[in-house]
């Protein structure tokens, strides 16, 4: 007890230092809950216990490791960010589009500058639930993505550009077995589809059902790390689900995949 009186007893706490405490916590809670069941889990916690070991030498007055540990958290931050470039923007763009800081920053740009969002008409929205469909019933594989305000820039670059109307013939040609585009993940905007045999991040969630292929997991990565919204068609079952913010939605019927679609682009 005499030993944390010396330590902390000449430390004054006000209630500044108590809502600071309480924010730093804070930010730690969610930074957990964003990358729990991943790898980045690890790395954090490695950075945490590195923090509290520099915390603890310094209250004792270890200069020589006090001096180490500067050292090497000044030298492993540098390196984290070199050699996790591809996961920091990945984390970046998922907290963006998990708080809507991302979209609602976008709402207010295109509100400034007159811009009108070129939302997809009902016609697309029947293209694409009947194209789903006749591949469903033909066990063909898909994989449709639909951003919203994120950009999904990065992710075209992958795969080939389109830029065609949408239409239900050109989807099932595209994602036809023999086709040289039909693997990978095709990128749908407003009422064009941009981009075919797109590579899409794998999610490193742990707690998928064994029987979700890779498309499903590329489905939830994607849904995870930005605000894109992915309609998967199993070639192994020919089910056909709907997946949001890393959620999967297994459809029933036709009609359900349409008012999810028509619901998440409206």
């Given at each position: ?9 000449f430390?004054?706490?006000s ?46 007055g ?26 920091i923007r990945h984390?970046?763009?998922?907290i963006?589009s998990?708080t ?16 009108k969002?070129d ?14 469909r ?27 550009r389109i ?12 994602f036809?077995?023999n086709s ?5 993940a095709m990128?749908i905007?407003?009422n064009?589809i941009?981009a ?5 991040p794998?999610?490193q969630r742990t ?9 499903h ?16 068609v ?10 949001s ?6 459809i029933?019927?036709?009609?359900e995949?349409?008012l999810l ?6």
């Amino acid at each position: 007890m005499r030993l944390l009186v010396n330590l902390f007893g000449f430390l004054p706490l006000s209630m500044v230092d108590i809502l600071d405490i309480l924010m730093v916590g804070l930010i730690i809670y969610f930074l957990i809950r964003l990358i729990r069941n991943s790898s980045a889990m690890n790395i954090f916690l490695a950075l945490i216990f590195l923090l509290l070991v520099q915390a603890v030498v310094s209250a004792f007055g270890m200069k020589m490791m006090s001096s180490i540990m500067n050292t090497l958290l000044d030298v492993g931050v540098l390196a984290l960010i070199v050699i996790f470039q591809p996961e920091i923007r990945h984390f970046l763009n998922r907290i963006g589009s998990q708080t809507g800081i991302t979209r609602r920053t976008s709402d207010i740009f295109n509100r400034l500058l007159g811009i009108k969002d070129d939302k997809m008409g009902n016609a697309a929205v029947q293209e694409i639930t009947e194209a789903c469909r006749s591949m469903s019933e033909q066990y063909t594989g898909a994989l449709i993505v639909f951003p919203h305000k994120t950009s999904l820039d990065y992710i075209v670059e992958t795969g080939d550009r389109i830029d065609a109307d949408i239409n239900r013939r050109l989807i099932m040609n595209l994602f036809f077995k023999n086709s040289p585009l039909h693997d990978g993940a095709m990128i749908i905007g407003g009422n064009r589809i941009i981009a075919a045999r797109c590579t899409l991040p794998i999610t490193q969630r742990t707690d998928i059902p064994p029987q979700m292929g890779m498309r499903h997991k590329a489905a939830i990565g994607i849904s995870e790390e930005t605000d894109a919204d992915v309609i998967v068609v199993s070639e192994e079952t020919g089910g056909i689900s709907f997946v949001s913010g890393g959620k999967v939605t297994h459809i029933n019927n036709i009609n359900e995949l349409k008012l999810l679609l028509g619901g998440s682009l409206s």
